[in-house]
């Protein structure tokens, strides 16, 4: 069934470049720079982000689904949907104030249970890929995977906390990849952790100004 699905992707699948000894894909290419763009634009609080996620996510569906990487390639299909609703969010969406959706913080209980709800649904995910499919890094591939739900309900509701979510799942995603060996995913993942990382900086000043108005 994968190998009916990939098919009409196999063009998109042709080596562009090899990188550390792997082969990069046109179609890894193409994602990766949409992915720059989308990141930028979340820094930014721009909503062009979303559509992008958009196309990045169904180019990186493929690329996972081809590397047997079934828990991200899965992981795509979610973040096409919560993209459709963040879009919607950063638009038209409401604070508890009722007031337009404004950059802001988890209460700490609720920053507590998404906490503990992440860590419950790593075990879940990870004995589930290990049963039901081929998968060779069950673990490694759930991690990722439950903590990039969790980050992208947080940067639909324009929660500071996305930022070190999406921290620990690009360190922890930059294992898997180059594992895979895909190189220039690594990479990529390694300039969406520093990104990140300065996201949760500007994010942070944000959230203060719009607590003191």
Not at 146 to 168: D, F, M, T, Y
């Amino acid at each position: 069934m994968i190998e009916a699905v990939l098919a009409p992707a196999q063009p998109l699948l042709r080596v562009a470049f090899t990188l550390l000894g792997s082969p990069v894909t046109w179609l890894e290419v193409v994602a990766f720079a949409l992915g720059v763009w989308m990141v930028l634009c979340n820094l930014r609080v721009n909503p062009l982000a979303w559509p992008l996620a958009i196309a990045s996510s169904l180019l990186y569906a493929l690329l996972f689904a081809d590397s047997r990487l079934y828990g991200e390639a899965s992981l795509q299909f979610f973040f096409v949907a919560v993209a459709f609703w963040g879009w919607w969010q950063w638009l038209r969406g409401r604070g508890d104030d009722g007031q337009p959706l404004v950059v802001h913080r988890l209460a700490p209980a609720t920053r507590r249970q998404a906490l503990l709800a992440t860590a419950l649904a790593w075990p879940a995910l990870a004995l589930l890929l290990d049963h039901a499919t081929d998968s060779n890094v069950p673990w490694l591939d759930a991690l990722p995977t439950v903590g990039s739900v969790a980050g992208q309900l947080l940067l639909g509701r324009k929660l500071v906390e996305n930022w070190p979510v999406w921290i620990a799942v690009n360190l922890v995603s930059v294992v898997l990849f180059a594992v895979k060996g895909l190189w220039l995913t690594v990479l990529l993942y390694a300039v969406f952790a520093l990104m990140a990382a300065f996201g949760w900086r500007a994010w942070t000043q944000l959230a203060r100004e719009h607590r003191g108005r």
